[in-house]
């Protein structure tokens, strides 16, 4: 008899990602062999999420979201489609393509029994999560004061159209 809480080796388990084969979203029936990653939530991003009241830009509109779902490894384009369900697909292949143009992110074509295109981030990418990260908690500290500029602003701009 096996004791399955001793430590060592699993004779079931092989390949790149024994850990990952033994926890959640591996099945064996399928003949899949590459561990599948934990999926993004969907609510990833709230829409009154600090970055979207950041003025630091960090490439196009959707560049930094783009950047923090692949924080974490190389994630397919229907996986990132999940939490950046409000940016239409040509506008997130424009955004990848533009990220990729600037050696931020690194997209790969696996030609297998089902092909696929995964996109990861480079080494630059990955320097970029420190300043994105200071530029949100900064953004979250003074939340309420960007939106009472931006709101007074508005409110400005509508008046002087009016009258």
């Not at 393509?97 to 790969?108: A, F, I, M, N, P």
């Not at 990955?126 to 300043?131: G, I, N, T, W």
Request: charged letters at 30%; one cysteine or more.
């Amino acid at each position: 008899m096996v004791n399955r809480l001793s430590p060592g080796p699993d004779p079931l388990v092989s390949g790149r990602f024994p850990e990952a084969i033994r926890g959640r979203g591996y099945h064996r029936d399928t003949g899949y062999r590459e561990a599948m990653r934990e999926p993004l939530p969907a609510d990833m991003f709230d829409e009154l999420c600090p970055s979207s009241l950041n003025p630091i830009r960090f490439g196009d509109k959707w560049a930094p979201l783009v950047i923090r779902c692949l924080e974490h490894g190389p994630r397919r384009f229907s996986e990132l489609r999940v939490p950046l369900n409000r940016v239409t697909p040509k506008v997130l292949t424009q955004s990848l393509r533009s990220l990729e143009r600037d050696g931020l992110v690194k997209r790969t074509v696996y030609a297998q029994a089902t092909p696929h295109v995964e996109y990861e981030l480079t080494p630059l990418g990955r320097s970029m999560l420190e300043p994105m990260a200071v530029a949100c908690a900064w953004a979250e500290g003074h939340w309420d004061e960007l939106l009472d500029a931006r709101e007074s602003y508005d409110n400005a701009a509508h008046l002087d159209r009016a009258g």
